[in-house]
């Protein structure tokens, strides 16, 4: 059920004011005395795709998973009583770490059906004769939900959240009683990407339901490497690139990038002859957004490293001499070292045959991004890894705002800077000491040269992945070029060694 896991229904009895609202809310209408299980099969329109999908849901402890088929467009997530997890059309599990994103995702699990956590603080905005908009606040989130709800039926017509800054509006008509259960069969889900529609045809109680249609899949065996395959790097504007090959088609020249999934462009794509479905928008660092497409390529070819049957975006974006992008597709089936004084990228199946050096720190994954604890002159919070951002460190804009960054510096000067998306903006100052885990930097070194401090970018940027509320900052290759890292998302462990130790 794409949109209600994204949103949900309020169990209220005709609210006149916030005294009236009954908790907890739920994105269904069950009773105790109701069917444990539910399995709902519907029809999902997203991005020019239409598929099928599988929703189950298990009142009793709040787990739930939906699986999508539509075609190199699938996908499937879920919360299995422990873990929220996502997976694309190959099945390569993700596990959610990040704790804001947690910390909603479990508000969400509570609308679906799982015993409350927090009890939200409620209150009435406003009010018309037809519905009544409700501002749920919960201790655990930033920044409260908002609820539309039919006064006269007590069922939900909207749902508003902004959490991780984007917000995410959702709709829902069409309630019935059903297998049991009373439910919205119509749902509606927009973003600044587009709208998310769903059709639910079919409902059925089950008596119980196997654990394993809860749980993140088994990692998929697509790929081929024999010990460690070292790729010759480059610094393209401070980026990492490595030559590629897809599909036997000529030499690539790809970043690799840790922030990013697999991607092309338009032009690397018709070089290949690549055959391109559906049609969305993404956003990037920039504020605005860009035509995607999606399609599905036999072979990816990296040093002796080999990927098969991989899916990548083609966007509407260039960089000149940027083919595409290898992202998190890559990281997650190889432990990646980059050694930038060498300036060559090794890759193993297993991070022991690349040795454990340096400092090891716990990481954990920010949707395809990892991110690692740290701070800024004592300010912490998580931190994303990027390979593929130029700068040092961006501290993202709403926490700049929310400990008052900006008036903390003296400014070197407004910088600028962009990506997918559009432009950024930013202030460049100098920060006494970041720490990455237990390493505290306090100098920067960059070709040789030192300087008290670490350049940080206090970002001013007002939407897009710069403004997200989830994180402190966003780590890139600028500040990495002092150590070589290796990613190794196996373990959920990054390593950081110095540079020339």
Known sequence: MHAIAASAVLALTRPTQASAVVT???????????PRFLRLR??????????????????????????????????????????QWSADVTGMPVIEGNAETLRDAAVWNTFLGAPER??????????????????????????????????????????????????????YADYRRDAGVVFPHVLHARTRYGI???????AEAPASIAASEFEPPAPPDDTTLTGVTSVPMLLDRGSPVVPVRIDDGPVLHMLLDSGSSNLLTPAAARRLRLKLSGEGKVGGVGTGV???????????????????????EVLDYAEPGIDGALGCELFERFAVRFDFA????????????????????????????????????????????????????????????????????GSFGRVRGGGIGGDTTGLL????????????????????????????????????????????????????????????YRSGTLWLLPKGD
């Open 429 to 488: 100052v100098r920060a006494r000491t970041v720490r990455l885990g237990p390493i505290a930097a306090s100098a920067f070194r960059l070709d040789g040269r030192s300087m008290r401090g670490v350049p940080v970018v206090l970002q001013t940027t007002a939407s897009g992945a710069l403004s997200s509320t989830s994180d402190l900052g966003n780590v890139g290759t600028l500040l990495l070029e002092m150590f070589s890292p290796t990613f190794d």
């Open 290 to 312: 860009v035509r995607e497409r999606y399609t599905r390529v036999r072979r990816v070819a990296v040093g002796s490293a080999e990927l098969r049957d991989q899916p990548f």
């Open 42 to 83: 519907s029809r999902i329109t997203f991005d020019g795709a239409t598929g099928d999908c599988v929703t189950v849901m298990d009142f009793r402890t709040g787990r739930s998973a939906e699986h999508v088929d539509a075609g190199v467009m699938s996908y499937s997530d879920g919360f299995d009583g422990r873990r």
């Open 196 to 202: 998310t529609r769903e059709v639910i045809f079919a």
């Open 24 to 34: 907890p809310i739920r994105v269904v209408r069950s009773t105790p005395a109701g």
């Open 342 to 409: 060498k300036r060559s990228v090794l890759l193993a199946r297993d991070a022991s045959q690349l040795g454990m050096l340096g400092t090891a720190m716990p990481m954990r994954m920010t949707g395809c991004t990892p991110e690692i604890d740290g701070s800024v002159d004592g300010i912490g919070g998580p931190l994303m890894i990027d390979t593929g951002s130029a700068v040092s460190l961006d501290v993202l804009t709403p926490a700049v705002k929310r400990y008052g960054m900006l008036a903390r510096y």
């Open 118 to 171: 927090e009890h939200p603080e409620v209150r009435t905005l406003r009010t018309t004769p037809a519905s009544m908009v409700l501002r749920l606040r919960y201790r655990s989130l930033r920044l409260p939900i908002d609820v539309t709800v039919d006064r006269a039926s007590g069922y939900v017509q909207r749902i508003d959240d902004p959490i991780g800054g984007e917000t995410s509006v959702s709709s």
